[in-house]
């Protein structure tokens, strides 16, 4: 890009940059972001005020037409990724309504029970002593107990819902905690798991919350599910 300086007219202090007010440059730096014909606007404004005996150099020049295609890019990119995301959100909600009315095995502690029946699966990867206690919805501790754990996965561990004492305690929620020991002595753990009707789906949250036995669970967390008629 060259300009014949001898035709020019005397040179009068031209500017080398706009400067708008301050207020604009807050709203237009705001909106190379967001709009695309914005960094377009500024781009070929500063093209236009450039100084006749000192033009942009052309390196510069080219630069500035790589960043003016890199905004471009990114702006394509961040719409493709927004509409990704929105189908991800159609599709866990699809997905959740599914599993409405199947029985879910999930990870966790506390169980419902219900008519003098609550269930827990255990695993665990060595033999150990345990010591189980099952405590109400307020911390009292309504049973405790001492087992022998085999190495193992899908362990069945039932409660009838009676206390030590023969008390027969209400439907309601319960959790279960057990301390397990190896033969030497040294700690053991031991996971729970816990099954249930998935009775709703919450499609107002992301993800999407499924209700098992008055607890929520998002997708991710099933680790299996059951339909009625089928074996596990």
Known sequence: MSVDATTATPPVSAPSAVTPNTTNTSTKTTGIADNFQT?????TTQLKNQN???PLDTNQFTQQLVQFAGVEQQLKSNDALASLVKLQTTAQATQALNFVGATAVVDGSKAALANGKASWS?????????EVSIVNST?????SGKYTITAGSNQAFAWDGKGNDGTQWPDGNYTL???ATDAAGQNVAVSTEVQGVIDSADLSKTP???SIGGQTFTLDQVKKVVRA????
């Open 177 to 179: 905690s057990i301390t």
């Open 208 to 210: 999407p919350l499924l």
């Open 52 to 54: 006749p005996l000192d």
């Open 39 to 43: 960094f377009l606007t500024l781009l």
């Open 139 to 143: 911390g009292q501790t309504v049973y």
């Open 122 to 130: 255990l695993a665990t990867d060595k033999p150990a002593a345990a």
């Open 229 to 232: 008629g089928t074996t596990g």
